[in-house]
Protein backbone atom coordinates (compact mmCIF):
# COMPACT_ATOMS: atom_id res chain seq x y z
CA UNK A 1 0.00 0.00 0.00
CA UNK A 2 1.32 3.39 -0.53
CA UNK A 3 2.08 5.52 1.85
CA UNK A 4 0.39 9.00 0.63
CA UNK A 5 1.23 10.70 3.94
CA UNK A 6 3.47 14.57 3.11
CA UNK A 7 7.21 14.16 3.60
CA UNK A 8 9.49 16.48 5.19
CA UNK A 9 13.17 15.62 4.82
CA UNK A 10 15.11 17.40 7.42
CA UNK A 11 18.91 17.97 6.30
CA UNK A 12 22.12 18.06 7.92
CA UNK A 13 25.12 19.20 5.64
CA UNK A 14 28.55 18.59 6.19
CA UNK A 15 31.47 20.82 5.08
CA UNK A 16 32.74 19.51 2.01
CA UNK A 17 36.14 21.46 2.04
CA UNK A 18 37.29 20.04 5.62
CA UNK A 19 36.33 16.94 7.51
CA UNK A 20 36.63 18.82 10.80
CA UNK A 21 35.06 16.63 14.07
CA UNK A 22 33.49 14.21 11.17
CA UNK A 23 37.18 13.53 10.85
CA UNK A 24 36.71 10.96 13.77
CA UNK A 25 33.58 7.96 14.83
CA UNK A 26 33.85 9.52 18.45
CA UNK A 27 32.87 13.53 17.40
CA UNK A 28 30.38 13.17 15.54
CA UNK A 29 27.61 14.45 17.80
CA UNK A 30 23.56 13.88 16.67
CA UNK A 31 21.85 16.90 14.98
CA UNK A 32 19.59 16.86 18.03
CA UNK A 33 17.49 20.16 16.25
CA UNK A 34 16.22 17.99 14.08
CA UNK A 35 15.23 15.81 15.99
CA UNK A 36 13.22 18.00 18.01
CA UNK A 37 11.96 19.49 14.93
CA UNK A 38 11.03 16.35 14.16
CA UNK A 39 9.17 15.21 17.11
CA UNK A 40 7.06 19.15 16.17
CA UNK A 41 5.87 17.59 13.14
CA UNK A 42 2.32 16.52 13.15
CA UNK A 43 2.03 12.41 13.14
CA UNK A 44 0.33 12.57 9.88
CA UNK A 45 3.64 13.44 8.27
CA UNK A 46 6.52 11.31 6.85
CA UNK A 47 9.52 12.27 8.49
CA UNK A 48 13.41 11.53 7.02
CA UNK A 49 16.51 12.69 8.13
CA UNK A 50 19.35 13.13 5.70
CA UNK A 51 22.68 12.64 8.03
CA UNK A 52 25.84 14.04 6.37
CA UNK A 53 28.13 13.32 9.22
CA UNK A 54 27.47 9.11 7.70
CA UNK A 55 26.61 9.87 3.95
CA UNK A 56 26.79 12.51 1.53
CA UNK A 57 23.65 13.90 0.17
CA UNK A 58 21.20 11.68 -2.15
CA UNK A 59 18.13 12.70 -3.64
CA UNK A 60 14.91 12.07 -1.31
CA UNK A 61 11.40 12.98 -2.57
CA UNK A 62 9.86 15.06 -0.20
CA UNK A 63 6.93 17.82 -0.06
CA UNK A 64 8.41 20.25 2.23
CA UNK A 65 12.60 20.63 3.50
CA UNK A 66 14.28 21.90 6.20
CA UNK A 67 18.10 22.67 6.82
CA UNK A 68 20.32 23.81 9.41
CA UNK A 69 23.34 24.87 9.31
CA UNK A 70 26.79 26.55 10.97
CA UNK A 71 28.21 28.73 9.41
CA UNK A 72 31.23 26.49 8.27
CA UNK A 73 28.12 24.06 6.78
CA UNK A 74 26.09 27.10 4.92
CA UNK A 75 27.62 26.91 1.71
CA UNK A 76 26.82 23.20 1.48
CA UNK A 77 23.27 23.76 2.82
CA UNK A 78 22.66 26.23 0.00
CA UNK A 79 23.79 23.68 -2.66
CA UNK A 80 21.47 21.28 -1.61
CA UNK A 81 18.84 24.30 -0.81
CA UNK A 82 19.37 24.76 -4.53
CA UNK A 83 19.15 21.21 -5.59
CA UNK A 84 15.09 21.34 -4.18
CA UNK A 85 14.14 24.07 -5.23
CA UNK A 86 15.36 23.62 -8.81
CA UNK A 87 12.66 20.63 -8.31
CA UNK A 88 10.22 22.39 -6.89
CA UNK A 89 10.66 21.99 -3.17
CA UNK A 90 9.90 24.46 -0.94
CA UNK A 91 12.83 24.83 1.54
CA UNK A 92 13.09 25.77 4.70
CA UNK A 93 16.03 26.71 6.81
CA UNK A 94 17.41 27.50 10.19
CA UNK A 95 20.26 27.34 12.60
CA UNK A 96 22.72 29.64 13.93
CA UNK A 97 23.81 30.96 10.58
CA UNK A 98 20.92 31.71 8.90
CA UNK A 99 19.63 33.83 11.94
CA UNK A 100 22.52 35.94 11.94
CA UNK A 101 22.53 36.23 8.14
CA UNK A 102 18.91 35.40 7.30
CA UNK A 103 18.70 38.15 3.63
CA UNK A 104 21.73 35.81 2.50
CA UNK A 105 20.18 33.04 3.11
CA UNK A 106 16.60 34.20 1.43
CA UNK A 107 18.64 34.24 -2.07
CA UNK A 108 18.89 30.74 -1.59
CA UNK A 109 15.79 29.17 0.28
CA UNK A 110 11.98 30.29 0.17
CA UNK A 111 11.47 30.48 4.34
CA UNK A 112 13.94 31.02 6.86
CA UNK A 113 13.79 30.98 10.91
CA UNK A 114 15.76 33.07 12.79
CA UNK A 115 16.30 32.32 16.46
CA UNK A 116 14.93 28.63 18.05
CA UNK A 117 12.60 27.14 16.19
CA UNK A 118 10.62 25.14 18.97
CA UNK A 119 7.81 28.42 18.87
CA UNK A 120 7.35 28.79 15.50
CA UNK A 121 7.44 25.24 13.96
CA UNK A 122 4.05 24.21 14.61
CA UNK A 123 2.81 27.16 13.10
CA UNK A 124 5.10 26.96 9.75
CA UNK A 125 3.79 23.56 9.42
CA UNK A 126 0.02 24.74 8.92
CA UNK A 127 0.87 27.56 7.00
CA UNK A 128 2.48 24.76 4.49
CA UNK A 129 -0.49 22.89 4.73
CA UNK A 130 -2.80 25.84 4.09
CA UNK A 131 -0.21 26.83 1.37
CA UNK A 132 0.13 30.12 2.49
CA UNK A 133 4.09 29.91 3.87
CA UNK A 134 5.46 32.80 5.23
CA UNK A 135 9.24 33.71 4.27
CA UNK A 136 10.73 34.38 7.53
CA UNK A 137 9.41 32.86 11.21
CA UNK A 138 11.00 34.35 13.88
CA UNK A 139 11.11 32.15 17.00
CA UNK A 140 11.34 33.36 20.26
CA UNK A 141 13.07 32.21 24.00
CA UNK A 142 10.73 30.10 25.71
CA UNK A 143 11.05 28.69 28.96
CA UNK A 144 12.44 24.51 28.51
CA UNK A 145 9.41 23.49 30.11
CA UNK A 146 7.37 20.88 28.35
CA UNK A 147 10.32 20.56 25.66
CA UNK A 148 9.86 18.19 22.85
CA UNK A 149 11.50 14.63 23.30
CA UNK A 150 13.62 14.37 19.78
CA UNK A 151 12.83 11.86 17.69
CA UNK A 152 15.67 9.25 18.57
CA UNK A 153 14.60 6.77 15.55
CA UNK A 154 15.65 8.77 12.67
CA UNK A 155 19.55 9.49 13.67
CA UNK A 156 21.64 7.30 12.22
CA UNK A 157 23.11 4.06 14.96
CA UNK A 158 26.80 5.04 13.83
CA UNK A 159 26.44 7.46 16.53
CA UNK A 160 28.37 6.90 19.46
CA UNK A 161 27.72 9.60 21.55
CA UNK A 162 24.26 10.40 22.62
CA UNK A 163 23.28 13.77 23.25
CA UNK A 164 21.25 16.06 25.22
CA UNK A 165 20.48 19.41 26.31
CA UNK A 166 19.50 20.20 29.87
CA UNK A 167 19.92 24.65 29.79
CA UNK A 168 20.46 27.50 27.02
CA UNK A 169 21.90 30.59 27.00
CA UNK A 170 24.92 32.22 28.32
CA UNK A 171 25.22 35.75 30.23
CA UNK A 172 28.89 36.00 28.86
CA UNK A 173 29.51 38.21 25.82
CA UNK A 174 32.77 36.85 24.72
CA UNK A 175 33.57 38.52 21.76
CA UNK A 176 34.10 36.02 19.36
CA UNK A 177 30.65 33.64 20.44
CA UNK A 178 27.44 33.70 19.00
CA UNK A 179 25.89 31.75 21.59
CA UNK A 180 24.20 34.70 23.19
CA UNK A 181 23.34 36.33 20.12
CA UNK A 182 21.17 33.06 19.26
CA UNK A 183 20.00 31.50 22.69
CA UNK A 184 19.88 34.93 24.75
CA UNK A 185 22.13 35.68 27.74
CA UNK A 186 19.67 34.71 30.57
CA UNK A 187 20.78 31.02 31.47
CA UNK A 188 17.54 28.67 31.25
CA UNK A 189 17.19 25.24 32.80
CA UNK A 190 15.01 22.17 31.84
CA UNK A 191 13.08 20.70 34.71
CA UNK A 192 15.46 18.02 36.04
CA UNK A 193 12.94 15.10 36.35
CA UNK A 194 12.49 16.29 32.49
CA UNK A 195 15.68 15.47 31.71
CA UNK A 196 16.16 12.50 33.63
CA UNK A 197 13.05 11.08 31.61
CA UNK A 198 14.65 11.86 28.84
CA UNK A 199 18.31 10.07 29.64
CA UNK A 200 16.54 6.61 29.91
CA UNK A 201 15.76 7.33 26.16
CA UNK A 202 18.87 7.38 25.26
CA UNK A 203 20.35 3.63 24.18
CA UNK A 204 24.44 4.82 23.78
CA UNK A 205 26.20 4.22 26.97
CA UNK A 206 28.19 7.87 26.50
CA UNK A 207 26.51 10.92 26.44
CA UNK A 208 27.57 14.19 25.11
CA UNK A 209 25.70 17.08 27.10
CA UNK A 210 25.41 19.87 24.76
CA UNK A 211 24.91 22.92 27.54
CA UNK A 212 27.26 25.66 26.35
CA UNK A 213 28.22 25.67 30.31
CA UNK A 214 26.42 22.85 32.40
CA UNK A 215 27.29 24.33 35.65
CA UNK A 216 26.22 27.81 35.02
CA UNK A 217 27.79 30.74 36.84
CA UNK A 218 25.55 31.40 39.63
CA UNK A 219 25.51 29.05 43.15
CA UNK A 220 21.62 28.27 41.90
CA UNK A 221 22.93 26.87 38.91
CA UNK A 222 25.95 25.02 40.41
CA UNK A 223 23.04 23.68 43.46
CA UNK A 224 21.01 22.66 40.24
CA UNK A 225 24.23 20.77 38.34
CA UNK A 226 24.86 18.91 42.31
CA UNK A 227 20.66 18.01 41.90
CA UNK A 228 21.08 17.01 38.11
CA UNK A 229 23.93 14.57 38.86
CA UNK A 230 22.93 13.37 42.30
CA UNK A 231 19.42 12.29 40.70
CA UNK A 232 21.28 10.15 38.26
CA UNK A 233 22.87 8.45 40.67
CA UNK A 234 19.58 8.00 42.91
CA UNK A 235 18.02 7.06 39.38
CA UNK A 236 20.57 4.46 38.50
CA UNK A 237 21.51 6.20 35.01
CA UNK A 238 24.42 4.43 34.12
CA UNK A 239 25.90 6.71 31.66
CA UNK A 240 29.83 8.21 30.77
CA UNK A 241 29.09 11.52 30.16
CA UNK A 242 31.30 15.01 28.91
CA UNK A 243 29.79 18.37 28.23
CA UNK A 244 31.04 21.69 28.65
CA UNK A 245 31.68 24.32 31.96
CA UNK A 246 33.67 27.80 32.46
CA UNK A 247 36.69 27.99 34.73
CA UNK A 248 34.13 28.61 37.73
CA UNK A 249 33.35 24.67 37.53
CA UNK A 250 35.51 23.91 40.83
CA UNK A 251 34.15 26.40 43.20
CA UNK A 252 32.00 24.04 44.81
CA UNK A 253 33.12 20.62 45.21
CA UNK A 254 29.94 19.18 45.27
CA UNK A 255 29.60 19.57 41.96
CA UNK A 256 32.60 17.60 40.77
CA UNK A 257 32.07 15.14 43.31
CA UNK A 258 28.30 14.57 42.08
CA UNK A 259 29.36 14.93 38.15
CA UNK A 260 32.10 12.49 39.09
CA UNK A 261 29.68 9.59 40.48
CA UNK A 262 27.21 10.46 37.55
CA UNK A 263 29.52 9.09 35.43
CA UNK A 264 31.42 12.63 33.76
CA UNK A 265 34.66 11.47 32.51
CA UNK A 266 35.83 14.91 30.36
CA UNK A 267 34.66 18.20 30.70
CA UNK A 268 35.93 21.47 27.86
CA UNK A 269 36.70 24.03 29.82
CA UNK A 270 37.49 27.17 27.01
CA UNK A 271 41.14 28.43 28.19
CA UNK A 272 41.27 30.30 25.16
CA UNK A 273 44.44 31.86 26.43
CA UNK A 274 47.05 32.03 29.01
CA UNK A 275 47.98 35.58 28.22
CA UNK A 276 45.33 38.39 29.72
CA UNK A 277 46.24 40.92 26.91
CA UNK A 278 44.15 37.98 24.66
CA UNK A 279 41.29 37.42 27.29
CA UNK A 280 40.91 41.32 26.87
CA UNK A 281 40.54 41.03 23.25
CA UNK A 282 38.09 38.07 24.13
CA UNK A 283 36.13 39.51 26.67
CA UNK A 284 36.62 36.40 28.89
CA UNK A 285 35.91 37.76 31.82
CA UNK A 286 35.75 34.75 33.92
CA UNK A 287 38.82 33.88 33.05
CA UNK A 288 40.13 37.27 33.99
CA UNK A 289 38.55 36.97 37.14
CA UNK A 290 39.86 33.95 38.36
CA UNK A 291 43.63 34.85 36.78
CA UNK A 292 45.78 32.57 34.45
CA UNK A 293 47.80 31.56 37.57
CA UNK A 294 45.11 29.69 38.89
CA UNK A 295 44.20 27.36 35.69
CA UNK A 296 46.61 24.90 36.97
CA UNK A 297 44.03 25.13 40.41
CA UNK A 298 41.42 24.30 38.49
CA UNK A 299 42.63 21.31 36.75
CA UNK A 300 43.91 19.66 40.14
CA UNK A 301 40.45 19.86 41.51
CA UNK A 302 38.93 18.55 38.72
CA UNK A 303 41.47 15.97 38.95
CA UNK A 304 41.14 14.78 42.06
CA UNK A 305 37.80 13.60 41.85
CA UNK A 306 38.75 11.37 38.72
CA UNK A 307 37.29 13.83 35.77
CA UNK A 308 40.01 14.85 32.64
CA UNK A 309 40.36 18.44 31.43
CA UNK A 310 39.90 18.79 27.41
CA UNK A 311 41.60 22.91 27.52
CA UNK A 312 40.51 24.82 24.44
CA UNK A 313 43.30 27.30 23.27
CA UNK A 314 43.04 29.87 20.24
CA UNK A 315 45.61 31.00 17.84
CA UNK A 316 45.09 34.14 15.80
CA UNK A 317 44.37 37.12 18.49
CA UNK A 318 45.45 40.45 18.12
CA UNK A 319 48.19 40.23 20.35
CA UNK A 320 49.63 37.52 19.06
CA UNK A 321 53.07 37.54 17.94
CA UNK A 322 55.15 34.04 16.84
CA UNK A 323 57.20 34.62 20.28
CA UNK A 324 53.54 34.72 21.91
CA UNK A 325 52.35 31.91 19.80
CA UNK A 326 55.70 29.98 20.98
CA UNK A 327 55.00 30.71 24.41
CA UNK A 328 51.65 29.24 24.42
CA UNK A 329 52.79 25.99 23.04
CA UNK A 330 55.20 26.13 25.95
CA UNK A 331 52.15 26.41 28.37
CA UNK A 332 50.67 23.61 26.79
CA UNK A 333 53.33 21.51 26.87
CA UNK A 334 53.63 21.95 30.66
CA UNK A 335 49.97 22.01 31.60
CA UNK A 336 48.54 18.95 33.18
CA UNK A 337 45.46 19.47 31.07
CA UNK A 338 44.64 16.12 29.46
CA UNK A 339 43.42 16.70 26.14
CA UNK A 340 44.18 20.22 24.22
CA UNK A 341 41.66 21.45 21.68
CA UNK A 342 43.76 24.08 19.43
CA UNK A 343 41.59 26.60 16.80
CA UNK A 344 42.19 29.43 15.01
CA UNK A 345 40.07 32.67 16.58
CA UNK A 346 37.38 32.53 14.18
CA UNK A 347 35.07 35.57 13.41
CA UNK A 348 31.95 34.59 13.26
CA UNK A 349 28.43 36.36 12.19
CA UNK A 350 26.58 37.70 14.63
CA UNK A 351 29.69 38.55 16.49
CA UNK A 352 31.52 41.89 17.55
CA UNK A 353 34.47 40.27 16.45
CA UNK A 354 32.78 39.77 13.09
CA UNK A 355 31.80 43.09 13.00
CA UNK A 356 35.12 44.92 13.99
CA UNK A 357 37.22 42.91 11.39
CA UNK A 358 34.54 43.31 8.47
CA UNK A 359 34.84 46.96 9.15
CA UNK A 360 38.66 47.05 9.83
CA UNK A 361 38.43 45.26 5.93
CA UNK A 362 41.12 42.01 7.58
CA UNK A 363 39.09 39.63 5.64
CA UNK A 364 40.90 37.55 3.91
CA UNK A 365 38.34 35.31 2.18
CA UNK A 366 34.68 37.03 1.96
CA UNK A 367 33.37 35.91 -1.24
CA UNK A 368 30.02 34.16 0.61
CA UNK A 369 28.37 32.56 0.63
CA UNK A 370 31.12 30.19 -0.66
CA UNK A 371 33.98 31.28 1.64
CA UNK A 372 31.93 30.23 4.82
CA UNK A 373 33.14 26.67 4.55
CA UNK A 374 36.56 28.24 5.57
CA UNK A 375 34.97 29.47 8.60
CA UNK A 376 34.85 26.03 10.55
CA UNK A 377 37.99 26.97 13.34
CA UNK A 378 40.60 25.31 10.91
CA UNK A 379 41.75 28.43 8.78
CA UNK A 380 42.84 31.84 9.21
CA UNK A 381 40.20 33.62 7.63
CA UNK A 382 41.48 37.10 8.50
CA UNK A 383 44.77 39.15 8.19
CA UNK A 384 46.61 39.05 11.51
CA UNK A 385 47.66 42.32 13.41
CA UNK A 386 51.79 41.37 14.07
CA UNK A 387 52.35 39.42 10.99
CA UNK A 388 51.35 38.32 7.54
CA UNK A 389 49.14 35.41 6.83
CA UNK A 390 51.86 33.02 5.60
CA UNK A 391 53.81 33.90 8.76
CA UNK A 392 51.31 33.22 11.25
CA UNK A 393 50.05 29.63 9.26
CA UNK A 394 53.86 28.57 9.34
CA UNK A 395 53.89 29.50 13.16
CA UNK A 396 50.68 27.32 13.56
CA UNK A 397 52.02 24.65 11.34
CA UNK A 398 55.50 24.46 14.08
CA UNK A 399 52.47 24.95 17.13
CA UNK A 400 50.82 22.14 16.14
CA UNK A 401 53.13 19.48 15.49
CA UNK A 402 54.50 20.69 19.06
CA UNK A 403 51.27 19.87 20.14
CA UNK A 404 50.13 16.75 18.58
CA UNK A 405 53.83 15.31 18.22
CA UNK A 406 52.93 11.39 19.08
CA UNK A 407 55.78 10.77 21.90
CA UNK A 408 54.05 13.90 23.91
CA UNK A 409 50.65 12.45 23.54
CA UNK A 410 52.06 9.69 25.18
CA UNK A 411 53.82 11.31 27.81
CA UNK A 412 50.97 13.07 28.52
CA UNK A 413 48.71 9.89 28.70
CA UNK A 414 50.83 8.30 31.87
CA UNK A 415 50.46 12.00 33.21
CA UNK A 416 47.34 11.90 32.96
CA UNK A 417 46.97 8.07 34.27
CA UNK A 418 48.83 9.50 37.49
CA UNK A 419 46.35 12.80 37.98
CA UNK A 420 43.58 10.59 37.55
CA UNK A 421 44.58 7.34 39.19
CA UNK A 422 42.21 6.04 36.36
CA UNK A 423 43.54 4.03 33.09
CA UNK A 424 40.39 4.20 31.72
CA UNK A 425 39.35 8.09 31.78
CA UNK A 426 43.41 9.05 30.67
CA UNK A 427 43.04 6.80 27.96
CA UNK A 428 39.32 8.77 26.76
CA UNK A 429 41.77 11.87 26.94
CA UNK A 430 44.77 9.95 25.45
CA UNK A 431 42.51 9.16 22.44
CA UNK A 432 40.68 12.57 22.08
CA UNK A 433 43.82 14.30 21.95
CA UNK A 434 44.48 11.82 18.50
CA UNK A 435 41.23 13.14 17.66
CA UNK A 436 42.49 16.74 17.68
CA UNK A 437 45.34 14.95 15.75
CA UNK A 438 43.63 13.81 13.18
CA UNK A 439 41.73 16.53 12.42
CA UNK A 440 44.21 18.85 11.67
CA UNK A 441 46.36 16.20 9.62
CA UNK A 442 43.40 15.24 7.86
CA UNK A 443 42.76 15.94 3.53
CA UNK A 444 45.96 15.33 1.97
CA UNK A 445 48.30 16.12 5.78
CA UNK A 446 47.02 19.83 5.59
CA UNK A 447 49.12 20.93 8.25
CA UNK A 448 52.09 20.12 6.36
CA UNK A 449 50.69 22.16 3.28
CA UNK A 450 48.66 25.24 4.76
CA UNK A 451 51.02 27.68 3.84
CA UNK A 452 52.24 26.37 0.42
CA UNK A 453 48.25 26.19 -1.17
CA UNK A 454 46.78 29.86 0.75
Known amino acids: MNDTRPTLVLVYPANQLRKGFLANRDTKYQPLSLGIIAALTPSHWKVKIIDENFRTFRFYPADLVGITAFS ?20 VMGGIHVSMMPEEALKFVDTVVIGEAE ?11 RRS ?5 RGEWMPLQG ?46 DEVLEELKTIPQRNIFF ?21 KMVEKGIRKNWISQASLNLAENPEVLKWAAQSGCKMIFVGVETEQPEGLQESNKKINLRIGVDAYEKVFKKVHRNGISVIAGFMFGWDSDTRERMGKRVEYIRQSSADSIQTTFVTPLPGTRLFDKLKQEGRFIYDRFPDDWQRFDYGDMVFKPAQMTREDFLEAMNEALHRIYEP ?35 QDGRRVKNWFLDS
Open 72 to 91: STATRAYEIAQFYREKGTPV
Open 119 to 129: SVWPKLINDFE
Open 133 to 137: LQRVY
Open 147 to 192: HPLPRRDLFHPGYVFGSIQTSRGCPFDCSFCSVSAFNGRHYRMRPI
Open 210 to 230: LDDNIVGISKAHQERAIELFR
Open 407 to 441: PFLRRKFFRSWWNLKSFSTAYWSYMSNWNYRNMHI
